[in-house]
T-cell receptor
Framework: DQQVKQNSPSLSVQEGRISILNCDYT??????FLWYKKYPAEGPTFLISISSIKDKNEDGRFTVFLNKSAKHLSLHIVPSQPGDSAVYFC?????????????FGTGTLLAVQP | DAGVTQSPTHLIKTRGQQVTLRCSPK?????VSWYQQALGQGPQFIFQYYEEEERQRGNFPDRFSGHQFPNYSSELNVNALLLGDSALYLCASSLWNTPWEKLFFGSGTQLSVL
C-alpha cells in the first residue's frame, strides 16, 4: 500500500527553467509534508516542508504547494541549476498520530541540463 | 562537527547469515532511526530508538532488531538474511521530539545478499 506516490521516476529540465516535481498521497491523516534531496552516495537532506494549515511555503528558489482536497503537493524549483540534479523524495507524516514516522515516496530523479 | 556516520559503507552477505550495521548519531543527538531503501524505492521506516529503548517500529519482521547504547550510538541486526534484504540501510538522528526538519541522515550501508 503506497501511501505516498511520486509517479514520475525522472524529469529532465534545461538550466534556468522551472522544475516541477509532483507527489500524491492517499492517507487523509497526513498533516505535515517534507521534501528531501539525495545525491549519490549521500543520505537524504531536508529541503523544504509544509504544514496542512498552509497551501504554500517558499524558501529561496524552492516553493512547495499543497492542495489538500486533491491530496497533492508539488515542489517548484526556479530557476533550476545543474547542482539541483539529484533524487527528490516527498515524505509525509501524521503529527497527531500514535506512530509519528515519515512515509516516503519512491523519488524523482531530476536532471538539469546546462 | 561530524554528522551521522555509518559503518561499514558496503557489505556482502549470503542468504541465512546474520549482519550488524552500526550508526553514530550527529553530535548532541539522542534519537536514532533506521530506514531501509530498496532499489527504486523510497526509504522505509524500520524502527526508532531513544533512551536505549525501541520507541516505534515499522512493518518489519522480528528478524530485524536493534540496540542503542548509552553513548546514543546504535546497531541494526538482521538475522536469517533473505535476498530481499538487499538494500541501502540509512540511519537518521535527531533530538527526541524535535521537528522533522532536524532529522539528519547518514550516507547509509549498502547491503548485498547473495
Amino acid at each position: 500500500d503506497q501511501q505516498v506516490k511520486q509517479n514520475s521516476p525522472s524529469l529532465s529540465v534545461q538550466e534556468g527553467r522551472i522544475s516541477i516535481l509532483n507527489c500524491d498521497y492517499t492517507n487523509s491523516m497526513f498533516d505535515y509534508f517534507l521534501w528531501y534531496k539525495k545525491y549519490p552516495a549521500e543520505g537524504p537532506t531536508f529541503l523544504i516542508s509544509i504544514s496542512s494549515i498552509k497551501d504554500k511555503n517558499e524558501d529561496g528558489r524552492f516553493t512547495v504547494f499543497l492542495n489538500k482536497s486533491a491530496k497533492h503537493l508539488s515542489l517548484h524549483i526556479v530557476p533550476s541549476q545543474p547542482g539541483d540534479s539529484a533524487v527528490y523524495f516527498c515524505a509525509a507524516t501524521s503529527t497527531g498520530g500514535a506512530t509519528n514516522k515519515l512515509i516516503f515516496g519512491t523519488g524523482t530523479l531530476l536532471a538539469v541540463q546546462p | 562537527d561530524a554528522g551521522v556516520t555509518q559503518s561499514p559503507t558496503h557489505l556482502i552477505k549470503t542468504r541465512g547469515q546474520q549482519v550488524t550495521l552500526r550508526c553514530s548519531p550527529k553530535s548532541g543527538h539522542d534519537t536514532v532511526s533506521w530506514y531501509q531503501q530498496a532499489l527504486g524505492q523510497g526509504p522505509q521506516f524500520i524502527f526508532q530508538y531513544y533512551e536505549e529503548e525501541e520507541r516505534q517500529r515499522g512493518n518489519f519482521p522480528d528478524r530485524f532488531s536493534g540496540h542503542q547504547f548509552p553513548n546514543y550510538s546504535s546497531e541494526l541486526n538482521v538475522n536469517a538474511l533473505l535476498l530481499g534484504d538487499s538494500a541501502l540501510y540509512l540511519c537518521a538522528s535527531s533530538l527526541w521530539n524535535t521537528p522533522w526538519e532536524k532529522l539528519f541522515f547518514g550516507s547509509g550501508t549498502q547491503l548485498s545478499v547473495l
